[in-house]
């Protein structure tokens, strides 16, 4: 048993019916399964307890329940006073949450949203069993109105994607994990990002070696977006970064805070890296369809994905790019636009949402939000486990848009996919702190993290 969080390696991710596969082949070869799970939940109880009250244990019918009854007889013969029942113990130390687990399908009942309401209200810290009860192994989604808030959650066997995006993240508290000695046999459906390193430079490198990025957008008015998107490419370690503003004049610095950044047009770069869409405004639509005839690798963000959501010309420019490959970066509004749907259909299902619009536009998709998804067709979806609310904030969206572009200039070799998965994960590191982070810290985090 271990905490999870940060990972430095990937980790797979299974659904309900894959981890509900592997529970049967693992009870075949060890009937004592459940015994292991108990005792699991036993020592982390034994760790969390703080003060002399009752462990308080909601257990349910299934085998969620059936864990928290094991781990009540185990803490008891280790001398630990324990309240099984719906009804709260006074002052208890700690609450096991093993009321609903991994079968869960449909809403709480109206009795069971009741003793949910009493765990959170008791004032204890809450330990999970495998999941909150009422959130959603699939989505980390609420499945009625209520979900277990823990402070802790023991994942056991295996790691479900709801732990990691949507609501989930707010629910689990801080993860831990024990597979019960159990070797999984499955290929998992997902992952859980671990750290990918940042490029290094060879002693005989030069700017040239770095590749180049061709930032278009910053409208009038909306240059800070653009601008913020170059910047972001620049510290990455791109070895040119040219900057198209649309709607000024060429005699417009591309940045006076950061005059290594020049002005540029496609016409003048047609084998940069395009990132696209940062503070475009809809004078973009105009320009998408030569950007995506003839830009060997694009990074298509914001007002771009408007535009394009907007025109099923430029979508269907965007199926047949023969140019090369592509990357989506939407927020939940843009991807529900782009799917034709509103943003809580998107959210309800975070990982069959950013599916069905990279199968659907052919690209490579970073759903972002909290626990970002990253889906291309014919590869192992990703869940970004870093990052938090301080990225909330104006700006961080062009900032990750321009890591991309920068990550991918120098390495023109990486897929999308493998592009986006490290810049997504580098993005999230660096915005791993408390409070609000500006977009313009932010790309100096990132900057100094690699």
Known sequence: ???????????????????????????????????????????????????????????????????????????????????????????????????????????????????????????????????????????????????????????????KPGLFTGEGRAHGGRIWFDDLGIASDETPPAELLGHTPHPQRGPTSHKGSHGQVLVVGGQPGMQGAARLAARAALACGAGR????????????????????????????????????????????????????????????????????????????????????????????LEAARLLGRDTASVQADRLAAARELAERLRCSVVLKGSGSVIATPGERMAICASGGPALATAGSGDVLAGWLGGLWAQQPWLSAHAVACAGVDAHGRAGEVDGVLRAGDLIERLAAQH
């Open 1 to 159: 048993m271990h905490t999870l969080l940060p990972t430095t390696t990937a980790l797979p991710l299974f659904d309900v019916a894959a981890s509900r596969r592997i529970e049967a082949r693992a009870l075949l070869h060890s009937p004592d399964l459940m015994e292991r799970a108990g005792l699991a939940v036993a020592k982390l109880t034994l760790a969390l307890r703080r003060g002399e009250g009752p462990v308080w244990l909601v257990c349910g019918a299934g085998n969620n329940g059936g864990d928290g009854r094991v781990a009540a007889r185990r803490l008891a013969e280790a001398g630990v006073a324990v309240h099984v029942g719906h009804d709260a113990p006074q002052r208890p130390a700690l609450v096991i949450d093993a009321l609903l687990g991994l079968g869960l399908n449909r809403a709480p009942s109206a009795d069971l949203l009741k003793t949910i309401a009493a765990m959170q209200a008791c004032g204890a810290p809450i330990l999970a069993v495998d999941l909150p009860s009422g959130l959603l192994a699939d989505t980390g989604q609420a499945a009625g109105e209520r979900a277990v808030r823990a402070d802790h959650t023991l994942a056991l066997l295996t790691l």
């Open 241 to 332: 970064v040219y900057v198209d503003l649309l709607g000024l004049p060429a005699q417009e610095v591309a940045d006076a805070g950061r005059p290594e950044l020049m002005r540029g047009t496609l016409a003048e770069l047609p084998q940069a890296v395009g990132v696209v869409g940062c503070g475009a405004g809809m004078g973009i639509a105009a320009a998408l369809p030569e950007l995506l005839r003839q830009l060997p690798r694009l990074v298509i963000d914001a007002d771009a994905l408007n535009a394009i959501a907007a025109d099923p010309a430029l979508q269907d420019l965007l199926r047949a790019r023969s140019a090369g490959p592509t990357l989506l970066t939407p927020h939940p």
